[in-house]
Structure formats: C-alpha cells, structure tokens
C-alpha cells in the first residue's frame, strides 16, 4: 500500500517505453492506482459517491518474528538449479563417444581464418547435444568424437545472422575441447557458484545473500500486509451511502485493457493469460470475478483516502511536491522529474503525494505491536 504510487510511476514508465520500442524484452503491465488495481496510463480517476468516514486513527496490526529458515533458502536454491542445472563429472564417460542427449563441458575457440572472432570463446561450458543452443552443424558435429579430447570442426554460420551480423555466412572453424560429460545433480558447489552468479563466489557466501535476500523480501511483504490492514480496517469502520457503478467499471475495464495488452503482446488468448498468471488455479471466469471484487475495492479505498485528505485539511506543498516527486523519479530511473510528469501528468503525481500523505496519517495514528 505504502509503495503504490512509486509502482504506478514504474509501470507507467514501462509501458511507455515498451510502446515505443516495440520490444518483447519488458512487462505490458499498464499503471496501477495508489490502490493497487489497473488504471490507464496519465490518468487517474477520483471517485465520486457519498460514504460516512469512520474511525481511521488507533487501527492495530501485530508484526509477525521474521525468520529465515534452511528450507526457505533451500528452496531458493532449488528454483536456481531449475532454471541452470548443475552438472557433475560422469566419470563412466572418459574416452567413451558423445551421443545425442549428453550434455557436454567444453572449451572452445571460433576462428575464420587464423583470426578468433568476438563471442567465438568460451570455457568450461555446459552444453546439451541436441539441444539447437548452438549454430546448425556445431552439436552434430561432436556426435561421436571421444570425450576428453579436443577436435576442429566446420560450421557456416547463418545468412542473415542477427546476433552478429559481421558472422552472416562465414565459413569458420571451432576447436573444441571436450572436457568430461555432465551428470545432472540437485546439490551446488562452489563452482557452480561462481559459474552462475555475481554475487558470491562460495555456497556459504550464497546462502548468506539469500538469507537476507529473503529477510528483506519477507520484511517487504509484512509491510504490504500492514497497509492492506489497517485502510481494510478503515474501510470496514466507514460507511458506504452510495458507489457509483461509472467508478466500478472504470476500474474493471481499465484491469480488462491490462489482459488485453497481455494477450495482444504475447499473442496468447486472454484465457491462456489468466492460465499462466494463476498456475492454472483459477478459471477465466473467477478471474473476472475477482476482478469485478477487486474494482468495487478500489474504488472504496479511493473514497476512503479522498476523505481522510478532506477531513485532515491535506494539501501539497511545493516543498512536499517535490520532494516526493524526486522519490518517484529515482524509483523509477526516469532522467528528470519533467519526465515522470510528462508521463503521468503533474496532477496525477500530486494526487499520489496525497494519497501517500493520507496514508501516512492511518499508519501514524495506528498502534503497531509485535508478535509474542
């Protein structure tokens, strides 16, 4: 809750550029509200209605004890070996031939002529055979020569070739040496570290940075929970005379474009999209529903922080404006506050200050206690 409208100046800044480079490479996420639900991007949509404000000051929260515990980072580790494998010496396979299938660690060398050209080295490195990773005719090419020696084989690369276009056709040779066959395993060493990451370079220097990777992911999360809350409290103590149905939709069809973009960027169905996002737990038309609950939410929370700024007598200064301007650029990296408002909107970004604002009030006036 604390952090939304730094995520909205984020996710707006995304789409612009996405928009304009036309890459697949970043998130088709549009805005979010300083309530979390999808918005459009330069606008922000202050809702009308009538509610009674309720109590907002003495709401309560109990901090849970954060631990890290082996399993947590076990299962960090776990996540990592999905995605690299780590592959131990298949001792069996000295001096045996590569088959289809093995997965390989080699040392090579790309040359045309005698020249070795940029991005044609590498060592110790895994390989599957088969796979396509490599260029037509690298892989095929090590089928059946003997592990652990080392061997020259011609390949052409690709015309065109867009990786490197200066490589577009040519004829080159690789020496390679074949190392040892790989064995996948579920453990990690110290190699495996250094191969795979840039933070640490021993299994006890990982696992120290997951822990507080972790720690602070947990702490990050006890956090949103807190705001979530303490304005659900608020909204429960308040009452609602009148929701505008305008509002409800508004904020249902903005989360409606959302998928849309999803779907229309990654050529899926909107289905297969709510598929992929729920692990297949929800169905579409939960997902819709949910949204539906989700946008009537929204829109209470706007009412909700609209009168706390009323009743509080609230208002931006310039001096607040732009401290909290400066907040949201750097968030988000944009070169310059003019920037971020010629993204959302100069309006749009007072109204987040705010909204922070209000927020501020519920959680300065709340009792927070810790956990027994």
């Not at 996710?11 to 459009?40: D, H």
């Not at 001096?319 to 968030?331: D, F, G, I, V």
Request: with cysteine.
């Amino acid at each position: 809750m604390k952090k939304i409208c730094v995520l909205l100046a984020m996710m707006a800044l995304a789409v612009a550029v996405l928009t304009a480079c036309g890459s697949k490479n970043n998130s088709t996420n549009s805005t979010v509200s300083p309530t979390g639900t999808a918005v459009s991007l330069n606008m922000y949509h202050p809702c009308g209605g009538e509610m009674k404000l309720g109590q907002y000051k003495g709401l309560t929260f109990t901090k849970e004890a954060i631990t890290v515990t082996d399993e947590d980072i076990d299962n960090q580790i776990k996540l990592l070996l999905k995605q690299y494998p780590n592959y131990a010496k298949d001792e069996t396979r000295d001096n045996t031939e590569v088959k289809e299938g093995d997965v390989l660690n080699i040392d090579y060398v790309g040359k045309v002529g005698d020249v070795a050209f940029d991005g044609g080295t590498a060592s110790d490195y895994f390989l599957e055979i088969g796979s396509g990773t490599f260029i037509d005719g690298f892989e095929s090419s090590l089928i059946g020569k003997t592990v652990g020696t080392t061997v020259d084989i011609n390949v052409t690369f690709p015309d065109p070739y867009p990786s490197n276009t200066a490589m577009s056709g040519a004829k080159s040779v690789f020496t390679v040496t074949i190392n040892y066959v790989g064995q996948k395993t579920d453990e990690i060493d110290d190699a495996y570290v250094k191969r795979y990451t840039t933070v640490a370079t021993t299994v006890a220097e990982l696992r120290a940075y997951l822990n507080d990777l972790i720690k602070k992911d947990k702490e990050e999360d006890q956090e949103e929970k807190m705001w979530d809350s303490l304005v659900t409290q608020a909204i429960a103590n308040s009452e609602y005379v009148k929701i505008a149905q305008d509002d409800i939709d508004y904020y249902y069809n903005s989360s409606m474009n959302t998928l849309e973009q999803y779907s229309t960027y990654y050529g899926y169905s909107k289905e297969q999209i709510v598929s992929m996002m729920t692990g297949g737990t929800t169905t579409y038309e939960e997902y819709l529903q949910t949204l539906k609950e989700e946008a009537e939410q929204s829109v209470k929370e706007f009412m909700l922080l609209q009168e706390i700024a009323k009743a509080e007598g609230l208002t931006v200064t310039p001096e607040q404006y732009a401290l909290k301007a400066e907040e949201y650029r750097a968030s988000v990296s944009a070169a310059s506050i003019a920037e971020l408002e010629s993204k959302l909107g100069r309006d749009y970004i007072e109204y987040c200050v705010l909204t922070d604002m209000a927020l501020q009030v519920i959680k300065e006036n709340a009792v927070i206690t810790e956990a027994e």
